[in-house]
Every structure is written in structure tokens, then in C-alpha cells.
């Protein structure tokens, strides 16, 4: 039997304040439910995301055209056109939570590995930080920290992390160029299967069709994500602070 159940939910492409609403709103779910939920979810247009102690003034001229967001947890700059994203809500009980901030980038990077690996791209974890980790103008893709996941050509998968009294939220990037081929669900697939493997557990179905869950995200997204005092101040509007 396995060791544990988390929640899986392999979501639509929403717009980019969409999708952090809803990453925003799983800790709390994952608080709730007791276990750690597993989010796979795509980008309705070009988009860029940049780590909560960056500002707009930091994106490269490429970003020219991209939609962008302030993402809730830290790290660089992330493109999201060519990329499979994920996002790991784990609650405070969770044993991942008593591990420090770089272990539990390695555990969940080793299984993430894991799927890059048997899908035929050669893989290993950074062992160093690599290039300039400014934070105010760090470019994910660009400089790698300790525990990414490097190819032959350079970086491949990457993450941002909030960590509090909730538990951990994780947001991870997968560049496409690892798939080889294989559809959008195999490559889904790979990466849960890894999970399976390396953590010992089976999934269930995340309920979020029951209740209020999306309307409420839509509202944060709106209020929130979407608003110029978030993405250019770091300010959140009263009307959706908890």
C-alpha cells in the first residue's frame, strides 16, 4: 500500500493572474484536505512571471508583448511559452515542510529529474549556484541555483518557493525541450509517475468542481494578480488580503 495520497489536478490553461490565484488559494486547500495536492496547468497566452522581490523594470526587452504577473513566492524570471508548469501545495504537517528551504528543492527536483530522464533527456541537479543571482534581476532560465535541473545545453527545470505557517507552496517550470516528442499528457504523466515513485503514494482526484473554489480564485485573480498595485508595488488590495 502506499506510504500517502495527494491530491492531483491536471488543470486548463488560464490566464497568468488565473493561475496564480488558484496557486494561491491550493495552500490553503492543501491546509484543508490535510495532504499535499499536485497541480499541472498551461498559460492562454504568452506570459512571463517574476519572483515577489522583483519588479516589472526587470524583464528583458524579450518581454516585450508577454503578459506578466508577480508570482507569490521568490525566484527570477520565467517564460511561459515553451514550458510545462506544475505547482506542489504541501501543508505544514507535510514531511517535506521540516526539511530546509534548499532539501526541499533537491527531494522534489529529484523526482522531476527522474521524469526528465525517462523521457531520453541526459539530466543532473546543479551543484552550485551558477551566474548572477541578483534577485531584482535574476532570469531563471539564464542562471541556475543549487539543485536545478541542468541538460547538456543548460537548464532545464526550475522553481519558486513560499514558505509559512501554511506549509510550502512550490511552482515549477519544465522546459518543453525535455518531452522529445511526446504529447502534452505523456509528459504530464512522466512527471506524476516520478512522484509516484520517488515519494510512494497514489493520487486522488482534486475535488475542485465542488463549491466556490474557482469563483473565489477568479475574484482574487481579478483584484489581486491582475492589478497594476500588485504586479508594479508589491501591494495588495485590501479586498483580497485573508
Known amino acids: ?6 491530491l492531483l489536478w491536471n488543470d486548463i490553461s488560464r490566464s497568468p ?36 522581490a522583483q519588479a516589472p523594470s526587470a524583464l528583458p526587452e524579450r518581454a516585450n508583448g508577454f503578459a506578466y504577473v508577480r508570482r507569490p513566492t521568490g525566484g527570477g524570471i520565467v517564460f511561459h511559452d515553451d514550458d510545462l508548469t506544475y505547482t506542489l501545495a504541501v501543508p505544514p504537517e507535510h514531511p517535506i515542510c521540516r526539511l530546509d528551504r534548499m532539501e526541499s528543492y533537491r ?3 529529484e523526482a522531476v529529474m527522474d521524469a526528465v530522464r525517462d ?6 541537479l546543479a551543484e552550485a549556484d551558477m551566474g548572477d543571482h541578483t534577485k531584482a534581476t535574476l532570469q531563471c532560465f539564464v542562471s541556475p541555483t543549487l539543485h536545478d535541473i541542468l541538460g547538456e545545453s543548460g537548464k532545464l527545470a526550475g522553481a519558486a518557493q513560499r514558505r509559512g505557517h501554511s506549509g510550502i507552496l512550490h511552482q515549477g517550470s519544465i522546459s518543453n525541450e525535455t518531452a522529445h516528442g ?8 512522466a512527471v506524476a509517475d ?4 520517488r515519494f510512494d503514494l497514489a493520487y486522488e482526484p482534486l475535488p475542485v468542481e465542488n463549491g466556490d473554489f474557482l469563483a473565489r480564485a477568479e475574484e482574487l485573480a481579478n483584484r489581486k494578480y491582475a492589478s497594476d498595485d500588485w504586479n508594479n508595488d508589491r501591494i495588495v488590495p485590501e479586498a483580497s488580503r485573508s
Open 1 to 6: 500500500m502506499p506510504k500517502e495520497t495527494w
Open 17 to 52: 493572474y488565473m493561475n496564480m490565484a488558484v496557486d494561491e488559494l491550493l495552500q490553503k486547500e492543501a491546509m484543508a484536505h490535510g495532504k499535499v495536492i499536485l497541480r499541472f496547468y498551461g498559460w492562454d497566452r504568452d506570459s512571463v512571471s517574476f519572483g515577489y
Open 107 to 109: 527531494v522534489i527536483h
Open 119 to 124: 523521457l531520453g533527456t541526459a539530466a543532473s
Open 182 to 189: 511526446h504529447s502534452r499528457q505523456e509528459f504530464i504523466q
Open 194 to 197: 516520478a512522484f509516484v515513485a
